[in-house]
């Protein structure tokens, strides 16, 4: 039988933050994998598509020997029942995030009883960051390089650029 443990982090990283990818490290090191699942959302714009963000994803992981990327559509607790996944990884950042967040852990426990959510709080200098502060920066030509990995910022100013 494999024991290996599998956590799944789930978001819609558009774009991925160092905010996620602390969060992807640290689960790195606590799991035997961690599968980073961008969820393809038919009902929300975002900035960069599915394919795209997982190429992101993927080029910012790329030392982390034990993530893998996808994609998913649906229900995240039936993605990780398909990826014998037990474990439902977030990050939480403030007291905001909180009752958005138990809402989610408590909602997937009664879509399924055995799949856990686990937190971890992010890295305080990132406490106050988001994708969408991201967008909202570099909408306007800010400096965003001490937001997200190095290897994505041409990629958010070209959108805007474009
Ligand atoms: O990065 P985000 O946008 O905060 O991630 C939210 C995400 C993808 C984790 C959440 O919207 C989700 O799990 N969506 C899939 C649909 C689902 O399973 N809903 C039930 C839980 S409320």
Redo the contacts with the bound molecule.
């Keep these: 039988m494999n024991n290996s443990t599998i956590a799944i982090y789930?978001?819609?990283?558009?774009p991925i933050t160092l905010g996620?990818l602390d969060i992807i490290t640290r689960g790195s090191n606590m799991f035997d994998s961690v599968i980073v699942?961008v969820?393809s959302?038919p009902s929300k714009q975002p900035l960069f598509t599915v394919e795209k963000r997982i190429e992101q994803i993927k080029q910012c992981t790329i030392n982390l020997s034990n993530v893998e990327v996808d994609s998913?559509a649906?229900?995240?607790?039936?993605?990780a029942k398909m990826r014998g996944a037990k474990i439902?990884l977030?990050g939480l950042r403030v007291l905001s995030d909180f009752e958005?967040e138990l809402?989610?852990a408590h909602?997937?426990k009664t879509?399924s009883e055995d799949i856990e959510t686990i937190f971890l709080a992010t890295a305080k200098e990132y406490s106050f960051l988001s994708?969408s502060v991201v967008k909202e920066i570099a909408q306007f030509g800010g400096e965003i390089s001490h937001l997200v990995p190095t290897d994505i910022v041409d990629d958010i100013y070209s959108y805007y650029n474009k």
């Design positions: 789930p978001g819609s990283f558009d996620h699942a969820l959302n998913f649906g229900l995240t607790v039936e993605y439902l977030r958005k809402q989610m909602t997937n879509l994708s």
